[in-house]
């Protein structure tokens, strides 16, 4: 999180897969815990986090995990992970692709405020 409180701080936007929120992954006490500390993030001014919802289907780019960044200089870099590797590249075709998928994803994405108010709703379920 002192990236996020520093000098001149990113920002930083996650698109997550709703169904997320009911994968009791490690047992319902740890999801508990990211649940809350997924919501302490949703409020910070430098972060948004916006889930995709199930009704969305299978959204292409939602296979893999994979991260879009600018860096200072301005140079675009992504980093995409598949189940054996993960690869970093600046390549522009590659970022220009996953450009494109990010869009589409994004654009099935809940808002932020209805994201926000999901998330709230998965805790008081985990926490009965």
Do not use: N
Request: proline share 6%; with cysteine.
């Amino acid at each position: 999180m002192q990236i996020f409180d520093g000098p001149s701080p990113p920002a930083f936007l996650a698109l997550i897969d709703e169904s997320v929120l009911d994968r009791p992954i490690g047992g319902p006490a740890v999801l508990l815990d990211q649940l809350l500390y997924l919501q302490k993030l949703s409020q910070h001014p430098r972060i948004t986090i916006q889930l995709v919802p199930v009704a969305a289907g299978c959204v292409v780019g939602m296979i893999s995990a994979f991260a879009l960044a600018r860096l200072r200089d301005g140079t675009e870099v992504v980093s995409a992970d598949s189940i054996l590797s993960g690869h970093v590249t600046g390549d522009h075709d590659a970022v220009a692709q996953l450009k494109v998928r990010y869009d589409s994803i994004r654009a099935d994405a809940h808002p932020q405020t209805v994201s926000q108010r999901a998330i709230g709703d998965a805790i008081r379920k985990w926490s009965k």
